[in-house]
């Protein structure tokens, strides 16, 4: 984005217009036990007193119908979704600042790994959001404009009836928090059965997901009704 300011013009437009917060990694502790320990690791790593599990789903700890289906009450299961909402400081602090930013804020964007897919709301229940069509046709204009780089196709559509129905997640809870455009990246797999993703790899996934990123970004600035 930075790269093209003085050459793109729609890019241009878009900082001009628009503030971006940038969160690069949501999930430092599960994250970088990734690496280290385990590739398919999803959770936080908090400890939990009466288990020897480590880590909370932070996509299942958002306070909007919470540990409802699609989400665990046991420790030791992958979609865990905490003692209670926003246990986890990592969600706690993002919850914090949405809250607190949430009348300046258009769209909230998360990427998580791996599917191919561009989900938005509602993902605990199978119902159409308010401003379906405008939400459709950006997801719509978004997977087209990913798939103009290098072929790849992604299915898109309400989370619940996409992929799964769960509860708990960031998405639903951002867009019940009055955000009009919340979307859930679920990116293609680049390699997560080694511990070194090649260049060569992880590429043409930012290449392809930012244009989506940018498409999205246009959409707002046309002020879909």
Same mark, same amino acid.
């Given at each position: 984005?930075?790269? +093209?300011?003085?050459?793109?013009?729609? #890019?241009?437009? #878009?900082?001009?217009?628009?503030?971006?917060?940038?969160?690069?990694? !949501?999930?430092?502790?599960?994250?970088?036990?990734?690496?280290?320990?385990?590739?398919?690791?999803?959770? +936080?790593?908090? $400890?939990?007193?009466?288990?020897?599990?480590?880590?909370?789903?932070? =996509?299942r700890n958002w $306070?909007?119908?919470?540990?409802?289906e699609g989400a665990?009450?046991?420790?030791?299961?992958?979609?865990?979704?905490?003692? !209670?909402?926003?246990?986890?400081?990592?969600?706690?602090?993002?919850?914090? !600042?949405?809250?607190?930013?949430?009348?300046?804020?258009?769209?909230?964007?998360?990427?998580?790994?791996?599917?191919?897919?561009?989900?938005?709301?509602?993902?605990?229940?199978?119902?159409?959001?308010?401003?379906?069509?405008?939400?459709?046709?950006?997801?719509?204009?978004?997977?087209?404009? @990913?798939?103009?780089?290098?072929?790849?196709?992604?299915?898109?559509?309400?989370?619940?009836?996409?992929?799964?129905?769960?509860?708990?997640?960031?998405?639903?809870?951002?867009?019940? =928090?009055?955000?009009?455009?919340? !979307?859930?990246?679920? @990116?293609?797999?680049?390699?997560?059965?080694?511990?070194?993703?090649?260049?060569?790899?992880?590429?043409?996934?930012?290449?392809?997901? #930012?244009?989506?990123?940018? =498409?999205?970004?246009?959409?707002? @600035?046309?002020?879909?009704?």
């Open positions: 984005a930075l790269q +093209t300011y003085q050459t793109d013009p729609a #890019m241009r437009k #878009m900082l001009t217009q628009l503030y971006f917060y940038i969160m690069p990694v !949501f999930n430092v502790d599960g994250y970088h036990f990734s690496w280290t320990n385990d590739r398919f690791w999803r959770k +936080t790593r908090s $400890k939990n007193e009466r288990f020897h599990c480590h880590g909370v789903d932070a =996509n $306070k909007v119908k919470w540990c409802d665990s009450f046991h420790p030791c299961d992958d979609t865990y979704c905490g003692p !209670f909402p926003e246990s986890e400081p990592e969600v706690k602090a993002v919850a914090h !600042f949405l809250r607190k930013h949430r009348k300046q804020i258009k769209a909230y964007l998360s990427f998580h790994a791996y599917a191919q897919m561009l989900l938005y709301p509602y993902s605990y229940k199978y119902a159409t959001i308010p401003n379906f069509n405008c939400v459709e046709s950006a997801a719509y204009n978004a997977v087209n404009a @990913l798939q103009s780089a290098y072929g790849v196709r992604y299915r898109y559509g309400p989370a619940s009836s996409t992929l799964y129905v769960s509860s708990g997640s960031s998405m639903d809870w951002a867009y019940k =928090n009055g955000i009009p455009y919340a !979307f859930a990246f679920e @990116l293609r797999d680049t390699g997560h059965f080694g511990f070194l993703l090649p260049e060569t790899l992880i590429k043409p996934t930012c290449t392809e997901t #930012m244009l989506a990123v940018k =498409n999205i970004t246009l959409h707002l @600035l046309k002020k879909c009704h």
